[in-house]
């Protein structure tokens, strides 16, 4: 089974801008989680994604938003980027209440 | 609210055993995760426990007491490819959310 992939890889952003990030789970897995991981607070929740519905948000701002589609594909947009958004942008992907599998990550940059 | 610690970093040789500790505080979760994370690279999944005791996967074993607040990972016969982050993670009851310790940067010198 191929595992989660997530693009772009990389992206350069400045401050006010938007970004939108995409994720595609491993076959079969219908949850998708994204996490944020920076030097000073580590990786934490955003939000968990289950059929379409948000299960579970973690506590982020409202310029933080996802959605996911009926192939359980997910995306996540930031919207007026500060500088403070610059991280590694992790999505995981399990089966029904099983072990979280990461893609490689987004490393979003704000200038 | 759920409270994590972890040690910052630790050194080890190449060879040798090493036990990374995991200590929580937290009114409820299903289960405890370790990953590890090499520099740049995803977490990648190591150990997953639900029951107190101890599971046993090859080099790595890890070990809950729940009555007590504490994992550890422990990493035997220590090869220079061990080094990286390791991380102690929570799951909610739910299963859909993990909460991450600050992770343990391990060096493996040779």
């Known amino acids: 089974k191929a595992g989660v992939t997530q693009t772009p890889r990389y992206l350069i952003k400045t401050r006010g801008q938007q970004v939108t990030l995409s994720c595609s789970p491993i076959s079969g897995h219908r949850s998708v989680s994204w996490y944020q991981q920076t030097p000073g607070q580590g990786l934490q929740f955003l939000f968990e994604?289950?059929?379409?519905?948000?299960?579970n948000k973690g506590n982020f701002p409202g310029r933080f938003s996802g959605r996911q589609f009926s192939n359980s594909r997910s995306e996540m947009n930031v919207s007026t980027l500060e500088l403070g958004d610059s991280a590694l942008y992790l999505c995981?992907?399990?089966?029904?209440?099983?072990?979280?599998?990461f893609g490689p990550g987004t490393r979003l940059l704000v200038l | 609210g759920q409270n994590i610690d972890q040690p910052t970093e630790m050194t080890a040789t190449e060879g040798a055993i090493v036990q990374i500790n995991c200590t929580y505080q937290?009114?409820?979760?299903?289960?405890l995760f370790w990953y590890q994370q090499h520099a740049g690279e995803a977490p990648t999944f190591l150990s997953y426990n639900v029951l107190d005791g101890l599971e046993e996967k090859g080099r790595f074993s890890s070990f809950l007491s729940r009555s007590k607040g504490y994992s550890y990972l422990l990493l035997k016969e220590l090869q220079m490819k061990d080094s990286a982050s390791y991380l102690c993670?929570?799951?909610?009851?739910?299963?859909?959310?993990?909460?991450f310790g600050g992770g343990t940067r391990l060096m493996v010198k040779p």
């Open positions: 994604y289950f059929s379409e519905t948000q299960r």
């Open positions: 993670a929570l799951v909610n009851n739910a299963g859909n959310m993990l909460t």
């Open positions: 937290t009114s409820g979760f299903n289960g």
């Open positions: 995981a992907s399990s089966s029904m209440q099983e072990t979280q599998y």
